[in-house]
């Protein structure tokens, strides 16, 4: 069975950093592009950032490019979402998905990590 | 980036009935859309790919037909374990893009 369990939210002051995290399990890990997604209180779905299944290639939302970085560890079954330089507007719900065999398609979801930004 | 327009942003309906959500894409996509079900406090599960194929284990009773820029996704007979909200997602181009949403409510 698929999990995916992500970690790392919390509260954190306007320019701060937090890096969270995702661990994997159930299925080929290195096979897969693995994806953040975030959800703003009430809000809908924004797709934030994927990264390939071998960790060579990154992909980022435009607005966030240079402030966040998607990294992997397929020794340890594990992505990271490094967030720094944080802002209000990032406040959410982060979640870990899985790719199918079709890139894009996200057919796993953890349940999501609150990251809360406010001085 | 690739635009998606999704409507309506809620609907309420009785059990039984079809429903009916539409999603356009800013450009063609061929049919690189994907439809998500999302019920409150639960992570989104994805319930259609590539604008017509139905995931392994969904009712039959979704479905999702278009391509290039016009998509619709359809219940044909709502359950009350239908209600939820509902989003529309292009891979044609990254990055990725979400529809706003589409609440279904009960009447």
């Known amino acids: 069975e698929v999990q995916l369990l992500e970690s790392g939210g919390g509260f954190v002051q306007p320019g701060g950093s937090l890096r969270l995290s995702c661990a994997a399990s159930?299925?080929?890990?290195?096979?897969?592009?693995m994806s953040w997604v975030r959800q703003a209180p009430g809000k809908g779905l924004e797709w934030v950032s994927a990264?390939?299944?071998?960790?060579?290639?990154?992909y980022y939302a435009d607005s966030l490019k240079g402030r966040f970085i998607i990294s992997r560890d397929n020794s340890k079954n594990m992505v990271y979402l490094q967030m720094n330089s944080l802002r209000a507007g990032d406040t959410a719900l982060y979640y870990c998905?899985?790719?199918?065999?079709?890139?894009?398609?996200?057919?796993?979801w953890g349940q999501g990590t609150l990251v809360t930004v406010s001085s | 980036d690739i635009q998606m327009t999704q409507s309506p942003s809620s609907l309420s309906a009785s059990v039984g009935d079809r429903v009916t959500i539409t999603c356009q894409a800013s450009?063609?996509?061929?049919?690189?859309l994907n439809w998500y079900q999302q019920k409150l406090g639960e992570a989104p599960k994805v319930l259609i790919y590539?604008?017509?194929n139905l995931e392994t284990g969904v009712p039959s009773r979704f479905s999702g037909r278009g391509s290039g820029t016009d998509f619709t996704f359809t219940i044909s007979s709502l359950q009350p374990e239908d209600i939820a909200t509902y989003y529309c997602?292009?891979?044609?181009?990254?990055?990725?893009?979400f529809g706003g949403g589409t609440k279904v409510e009960m009447k």
């Open positions: 997602q292009q891979y044609g181009n990254l990055p990725l893009t």
């Open positions: 450009q063609d996509i061929s049919n690189s």
């Open positions: 998905a899985k790719d199918s065999v079709v890139q894009g398609v996200m057919n796993h």
């Open positions: 590539g604008s017509s």
């Open positions: 159930g299925f080929t890990f290195s096979k897969f592009v």
């Open positions: 990264v390939s299944g071998s960790g060579d290639k990154s």
